[in-house]
């Protein structure tokens, strides 16, 4: 009998050490979810930005901006009362550079992008009518997908630059006819991913009107770190 009760004691005890250790495993594995599932920012032909962004079930965000760094932090935190899981906001160009910012308080995890642009107020003085719009979206598996629209008889080039660790999309004068395009953009592990839009503006001289002179402007220039 003393047998049989120290056996049943030995069994409870190893099935409640079991049930707290797989509950501790459930609530570590189910505080480790990322709250973002994935965002995208977006310009259109206006120039006017704005981001989209797909939160995880359980989830709410609320936004600080941090005027030190002139940079719209997107506070994730879990939540039993979810409002919106989709969320859609504009986005202001300060002087002619933008910033956004995800903070995922579940993970400690944090997503930043850093956009050089045109401000809106002067884009149409310096806008070489090259890009109509253009949109980053993050993907579920570690890649970004940028989709954008150039206008007629631009032809585009895509470059990746060694030395500089940046995607380039060249943009020019062409006789092509495309003007949507899409692709697929890798992040290496621990390092920034960076793209530039490089438009080539071709000016004649003013000594002669044959002589051209090629410049490149580096607008928009995006960094997601």
Known sequence: MKNYNLFALVASLTLVFTSCSTNETLLTEEQSIDLLKTYTINRDATGAYSIDYDLNSNATSENVVDDST???????????????????????INGTQLKVGFV???????????????????????????????????????????????????????????????????????????????????????QPLKFDFVNHIKNNTAAKSTDIIEATIRRPEVIIN
């Open 104 to 190: 995922d308080t579940n993970t400690d995890k944090s997503h930043n992008i850093t956009i050089t642009d045109d401000n809106l107020t002067v884009a149409r003085k310096t806008d070489n009518k090259k890009l109509k719009d253009y949109s980053i979206s993050s993907n579920l598996d570690g890649t970004y997908t940028l989709d954008f629209t150039v206008n007629n008889k631009i032809s585009v080039d895509f470059v990746y630059n060694d030395e500089l660790k940046i995607y380039e999309i060249h943009l020019e004068e062409g006789k092509t006819s495309e003007t949507s395009y899409s692709r697929v953009l890798e992040k290496e592990v621990g």
């Open 70 to 92: 002139n940079t719209k932090n997107i506070y994730l935190y879990s939540s039993d009362n979810q409002s919106n899981k989709k969320v859609t906001q504009d986005l202001v």
